[in-house]
């Protein structure tokens, strides 16, 4: 009896060791490594996303009709632009001070204000244009700038000018800034 008792014994101990949890495998302690594609579903993920691109969105083209109609509130308080602060924008050329146009019997006159200017400093050019097809006039340009903000003082300066014995009093008090022609 005493081989089978044995026999029986460790039968018993198998079972309980069996039953029994290992100190190792104590839940407590024990880590579970979980795979990240079950913490996060796709599907919960994907509609963040969507919900998150959305929003974006949206905020951005508010954010963008905000800014147009707030220009445009601006752009009714500004000041009118005046016809020739418009051309200086929108031309590309260049500018001068038309200072004055002559006929063809003042050819001599222009020539000699054009003298005048010249020996005063100032960059003077005369040029002839035809205004129908037996006309032609003579205008006398001062200056050759980029904008006409910088040919403002030429003009003031070429309007309050006197000279002796040519073209009267203020003969350059019709002066005006335009494009210089491409001629």
């Known amino acids: 009896m005493t081989p089978k008792k044995r026999h029986l014994l460790d039968i018993l101990r198998d079972e309980q060791s069996r039953d029994k949890p290992s100190p190792s495998a104590n839940p ?3 880590r579970v490594a979980v795979p990240i594609d079950t913490v996060f579903r ?3 993920s994907m509609k963040i996303a969507t919900w998150a691109f959305v929003g974006s969105v949206v905020f951005f083209f ?3 009709l905000a800014n147009f109609s707030n220009q445009d509130v601006a752009d009714t308080s500004t000041p009118a632009i ?3 602060d418009a051309v200086s924008k929108v031309a590309v050329g260049r500018f001068c001070v ?3 146009i002559f006929n ?4 001599e006159l222009a020539r000699k204000l054009g003298t005048k200017l010249s020996t005063l400093g100032y960059n003077v050019q005369l040029a002839q244009r035809k205004v129908s097809s037996n006309e032609v006039v003579f205008e006398l340009y001062v200056g050759n700038e980029p904008s006409t903000a910088a040919l403002r003082e030429t003009l003031v300066k070429l309007q309050e000018l006197t000279l002796d014995g040519l073209g009267g009093a203020y003969p350059f008090i019709d002066s005006q ?3 210089l022609p491409k001629n």
Request: charged share 25%; no cysteine.
């Open 177 to 179: 800034i335009k494009p």
């Open 62 to 64: 508010s954010f963008q």
């Open 104 to 107: 063809s019997q003042n050819l």
């Open 42 to 44: 796709p599907k919960f």
């Open 82 to 84: 005046t016809a020739q």
């Open 98 to 100: 038309v200072a004055r």
């Open 28 to 30: 407590l302690r024990k």
